[in-house]
């Protein structure tokens, strides 16, 4: 074999071993080929590893170093890899998708009944009763305050829907007030969900937050004047 000819093979394999990239995702390790991670030009991950920007870090091997999960890293690589849309871990490959930028999953992922229950049907309703993020917090102070020296800590919750619904609770309310009882009002909205539909979705948040969470409707004392207990829940945080 001629030096030329060696020197052409030389370059072509150094060319070959630069298309495999050597990856660290969070601890988890990875190799793959530079044309996969390329597959979307206009991904996070092409933008990474474009050759007029600036690679990610490495680490101690000499592995490119992403800091994110990566647990489903290996369902964005299947995905670059073959097309292949994951079933499991929805939510969390979602939210890597997100980061990556990979528009045609992210597509994909939003016509599953998962993401497309949670982002477009339940999420949409919510964003319709007022203050409904800042109430959930709400409810959490309330609740660790209340929480001191107890394995367990209740609060009043008012879910009215309709302006009509609210009117009827003035009343309890006011007596409420009056017997300094704090209660976290929610509502009213204009969707089609019900009380009880709101209610699930006030113990799903908490219980994304971490809390264990339960509710039942709200018995009031013996004498105490009550005539709209459909709308009063007393919620329940359970610490140990």
């Known amino acids: 074999m001629s030096i030329c000819s060696e020197s052409k093979q030389n370059g072509s394999n150094l060319q070959t071993q630069s298309q495999i990239v050597a990856l660290n995702v969070g601890g988890e390790l990875f190799t793959t080929t530079l044309s996969t991670l390329k597959k979307h030009p206009h991904s996070k991950l092409a933008e990474m590893f474009a050759?007029?920007?600036?690679?990610?870090?490495?680490?101690?091997?000499?592995?490119?170093?992403?800091?994110?999960?990566?647990?489903?890293?290996?369902?964005?690589?299947?995905?670059?890899?073959?097309?292949?849309?994951?079933?499991?871990?929805?939510?969390?490959?979602?939210?890597?998708?997100?980061?990556?930028?990979?528009?045609?999953?992210?597509?994909?992922?939003?016509?599953?009944?998962?993401?497309?229950?949670?982002?477009?049907?339940?999420?949409?309703?919510?964003?319709?009763?007022?203050?409904?993020?800042?109430?959930?917090?709400?409810?959490?102070?309330?609740?660790?305050?209340?929480?001191?020296?107890?394995?367990q800590s209740s609060l009043m919750v008012c879910v009215v829907k309709t302006d009509e619904d609210f009117a009827k609770c003035q009343d309890v309310l006011a007596s409420l007030d009056a017997n300094k009882k704090l209660v976290v009002k929610f509502g009213p909205w204009k969707a089609s969900p019900s009380i009880l539909d709101l209610l699930d979705c006030i113990k799903m948040d908490l219980e994304a937050k971490g809390y264990t969470i339960s509710f039942q409707v709200f018995a009031p004392e013996k004498g105490f004047r009550f005539s709209a207990n459909y709308y009063f829940y007393k919620f329940f945080f359970t610490w140990w």
């Open 51 to 151: 050759q007029d920007q600036p690679k990610p870090p490495m680490d101690s091997t000499g592995r490119y170093f992403i800091d994110r999960p990566g647990t489903y890293f290996k369902y964005i690589l299947e995905y670059l890899r073959s097309d292949q849309v994951p079933t499991q871990c929805i939510q969390d490959v979602y939210k890597e998708a997100l980061f990556y930028d990979i528009e045609p999953l992210i597509k994909e992922l939003e016509d599953s009944p998962q993401i497309f229950g949670e982002q477009v049907a339940r999420k949409q309703f919510l964003s319709q009763v007022p203050l409904y993020t800042e109430n959930i917090e709400l409810m959490v102070r309330i609740a660790r305050a209340e929480a001191m020296a107890s394995r």
